[in-house]
């Protein structure tokens, strides 16, 4: 029996990394897992509205959150920067009723739908290891990794209230779904620090010298490719790692796949494209 869940694509997915869109629901599909669409859903605001206006960024949270709601189930996400802002919500929604009132009474102004706190957030990492089970994702295995590969988390999923049942400090979740999936996960220092998303458009040198930082570390402690957990962070470390190299003067050139890329590609989908990352993994990773 299929486990339903909403899907919130986030402000990335269906654009710049379509990627991601691509393997979504085939790797959904093979796992049992029923992706119910939100049409009508918004962008979250991507933490730069909250720079001006922290009630606006909290309605279009809210909002989106009370569409799953008037479903009947929690919300799915691929990014754990989208992740961290609707667990953001949630966490001011819980601590300060009057504030959350006030954001459903604006809510419920201009949509007529107000967020109640059922429904709740949920990275595709935490679902895949806390509902699907790592047992039965090694069992759908077709396509093994058998690569040394490099887990970014970043910043957002590891702030308090967004770990889920993963520890904040010393994340380990994703390693095992590496392993899970035939790979070999690699030990680096900088797989929770930021590199800089969203930023980029407004202090693009540091953004760069982090985005540097952390692939360096990768390269350096051996790994053949990094799968990133967050897509607005995916872009940054795959499309612009030969400029952060050239600005910061690291070796940074190393294959970059999302979450849902690796899940999709060790459980049969797309050879071909699997195919090309084993080649890129041989010619510039590690």
Excluded at 152 to 177: C, H, I, K, V, W
Aim: one cysteine or more; hydrophobic letters at 40%; a neutral charge.
């Amino acid at each position: 029996m299929a486990v339903k869940i909403a899907y919130y694509a986030g402000n990335t997915a269906r654009a710049a990394s379509s990627e991601v869109e691509d393997c979504i629901q085939p790797l959904c599909k093979t796992l049992g897992i029923q992706l119910i669409e939100l049409p009508k859903a918004s962008s979250d605001g991507g933490n730069i509205i909250k720079q001006s206006s922290p009630k606006l960024q909290h309605a279009l949270v809210a909002r989106n959150l009370a569409l799953a709601e008037a479903k009947k189930v929690d919300v799915l996400t691929t990014c754990a920067t989208s992740y961290g802002i609707m667990c953001d919500t949630v966490d001011e929604f819980s601590r300060d009723h009057g504030f959350a009132n006030s954001v459903n009474n604006l809510v419920a102004r201009t949509t007529g739908i107000e967020y109640q706190g059922e429904s709740k957030p949920r990275h595709l990492l935490h679902f895949l290891v806390e509902e699907i089970g790592l047992e039965t994702i090694r069992d759908a295995v077709i396509n093994p990794i058998r690569m040394d590969v490099a887990a970014y988390y970043g910043p957002n999923m590891q702030r308090d209230g967004a770990t889920s049942g993963d520890d904040a400090f010393m994340p380990t979740y994703l390693e095992q779904l590496i392993v899970a999936l035939g790979g070999t996960p690699v030990d680096y220092d900088s797989k929770c620090q930021s590199v800089g998303a969203p930023a980029l458009l407004t202090i693009n040198k540091p953004v760069m010298k982090m985005t540097a930082a952390v692939l360096a570390d990768a390269k350096s402690s051996g790994a053949d490719l990094m799968v990133s957990a967050c897509t607005i962070s995916h872009s940054n470390l795959d499309s612009y790692q030969s400029k952060a190299g050239k600005i910061s003067g690291k070796k940074t050139s190393m294959p970059i796949v999302h979450l849902a890329e690796l899940v999709a590609f060790a459980l049969g989908h797309f050879p071909d494209r699997f195919a090309q990352l084993r080649v890129r993994s041989l010619v510039i990773g590690g």
